[in-house]
C-alpha cells in the first residue's frame, strides 16, 4: 500500500489530544500538496492528524451540542498511552487542554493517503528513524504497520477499530487480529464493552451515555439523535435511515446503505449492533 511519508514533529501544548487526534508539524511546509484528490489542511504549519484505523473513546465531543464524553477511564487511558508512545511525559491539562509537557514537542513520522471530509490528516504515527525519505511514497506492509502508534493502541485493547475502505485489506486484517487477541485476553476496554452484547447497552437518554462503554461511531449517532430529536430510542432507526454511512459486514459480505440493518433496539431502552467493530468497513464516499 502506497502512503506518502511525512516527517515533523507533534505539538500538544494549548491542544486537546485524545486516543485518536493529535496535532503535526510537517518539516516541509508543503508535505501535504501531493495529496490533491484528498486534501489536508494545515494552518500556520500545523496539520490536525486522525489515527487510521482507530476510534477511541470520546473525551469532548460536541457536533450538534454541548461537550459529551464517553466513560473517562478508558477516553483518558486512550490519550495517555498514545502520548506516552509518542515520547511525551508529565503532561498536565486543564480541562481537556494540554497546558504543560516534557518535552514539549516530539519527533516523529507519518504516512498518509490523505484527510478525511474535515480535512484532517488520516495517518499512521511513528517515532523514531523515519522508514524513507520525507515527501517520498512508501509502500506499507503489516511489519511497518507493527511499529505504528495505531497498532500498538489497538494491541492494548483501549481503543475500538474503525476501518475505511482506503485501507488495505492485509493491513486491516493485521489490526482486526490485534483487535481480536485484545478481546479475547479481556485488555483495556473490551472486558466493559456493550456493543455486541446480547443486552443491548441500556440507553433512556444522554446522561446514560457517559456510563455505558460502546463503539464511538454509535455513540456520536445517538448523541446527535438525542439532540436533534428526543431522548428515547423510539425513532433512532429512522435517524440512522437518514445517515449515509455506507458500510460492509466483512464475514457475510453484505453492503448496506446505512446502520439501520446492523442495530438493534431492545425492549425500547437498550441498544446493540450485530457485527463486531474489525468486521465492519465504512466507504470513504
Known amino acids: 500500500m502506497a502512503m506518502l511519508l511525512v ?145 500498538h493502541l489497538l494491541k492494548t485493547g483501549l481503543v475500538y477499530p474503525g476501518f475505511y475502505d482506503k485501507l488495505l485489506r492485509d493491513l486491516r486484517n493485521e489490526l482486526a487480529t490485534v483487535t481480536r487477541q485484545a478481546r479475547e485476553a479481556g485488555l483495556g476496554l473490551w472486558p466493559l464493552d456493550a456493543t455486541t452484547a446480547p443486552a443491548g447497552a441500556f440507553v433512556n437518554g444522554m446522561a446514560s451515555l457517559t456510563e455505558v462503554v460502546i463503539l464511538p461511531k454509535l455513540f456520536r449517532r445517538l448523541v446527535d439523535h438525542f439532540n436533534l430529536v428526543e431522548q428515547s430510542l423510539t425513532c433512532f432507526p429512522a435517524y440512522l435511515a437518514g445517515k449515509e454511512d455506507n458500510v460492509e459486514v466483512l464475514s457475510t459480505r453484505t453492503k448496506q446503505l446505512s446502520l439501520v440493518p446492523l442495530v438493534q433496539i431492545i425492549n425500547g431502552s437498550a441498544v446493540r449492533m450485530t457485527a463486531q467493530p474489525e468486521d465492519t468497513v465504512y466507504s470513504e464516499s
Open 7 to 151: 516527517v515533523g514533529e507533534y505539538r500538544i501544548i494549548g491542544t486537546e489530544p485524545d486516543g485518536d487526534t493529535i496535532h503535526f508539524v510537517p518539516t516541509d511546509p508543503l508535505a501535504f500538496d501531493k495529496l490533491k484528490d484528498a486534501p489536508v489542511e494545515v494552518k500556520n504549519g500545523v496539520a490536525r492528524v486522525r489515527l487510521e484505523g482507530v476510534d477511541a473513546l470520546e473525551t469532548h465531543y460536541d457536533r450538534t451540542g454541548p461537550r459529551i464524553r464517553q466513560p473517562a477511564e478508558f477516553g483518558d487511558k486512550a490519550a495517555q498511552e498514545l502520548l506516552t508512545f509518542l515520547g511525551f511525559s508529565n503532561v498536565q491539562r486543564v480541562g481537556q487542554k494540554v497546558v504543560s509537557a516534557t518535552p514539549p514537542q516530539t519527533p516523529g513520522w507519518i504516512l498518509t493517503q490523505g484527510g478525511d471530509p474535515f480535512k484532517r490528516c488520516v495517518a499512521l504515527l511513528g517515532t523514531g528513524t523515519p522508514p524513507g525519505a520525507d515527501g517520498t511514497d512508501l509502500q506499507v506492509d503489516v511489519p511497518l504497520l507493527q511499529t505504528t502508534a495505531n497498532h
